[in-house]
């Protein structure tokens, strides 16, 4: 079983940044492709990025791209999801998912699931 646990999260104002990290235990880490995700009060979980197993392929959501970035160390078993610019519609609880199917943008694919960690900014 595959534990995930996510850190980093908080309280940052409009064009600030944070860097979320992602701690993987339980499971050979570079077998899994990993994805970010987010979820805003009254919303549907979405997609925010996803990186593949040797980290040389990422994806970004339109609405993140050219802002954060995805990044993994097989090594130590994290990843990471570094925030800047960020602006207060980026405020929800992010999610680290991992998957050993295919890369993916839709939450059913991914197997294994963080708690999530809370990003607020205010504006």
């Known amino acids: 079983q595959v534990q995930l646990v996510e850190s980093g999260g908080g309280l940052v104002q409009a064009g600030g940044s944070l860097r979320l990290s992602c701690a993987a235990a339980?499971?050979?880490?570079?077998?899994?492709?990993m994805g970010w995700f987010r979820q805003a009060p009254g919303k549907e979980r979405e997609f925010v990025a996803t990186i593949s197993r040797s980290g040389a392929s990422t994806y970004y959501a339109d609405s993140v791209q050219g802002r954060f970035t995805i990044s993994r160390d097989n090594a130590k078993n994290m990843v990471y999801l570094q925030m800047n610019s960020l602006k207060p519609e980026d405020s929800a609880n992010y999610y680290c998912?991992?998957?050993?199917?295919?890369?993916?943008?839709?939450?059913?694919?991914?197997?294994?699931w963080g708690q999530g960690t809370q990003v607020t900014v205010s504006s």
């Open positions: 998912a991992g998957t050993t199917g295919w890369v993916s943008v839709r939450p059913a694919e991914y197997d294994h």
């Open positions: 339980g499971y050979t880490f570079s077998r899994l492709h």
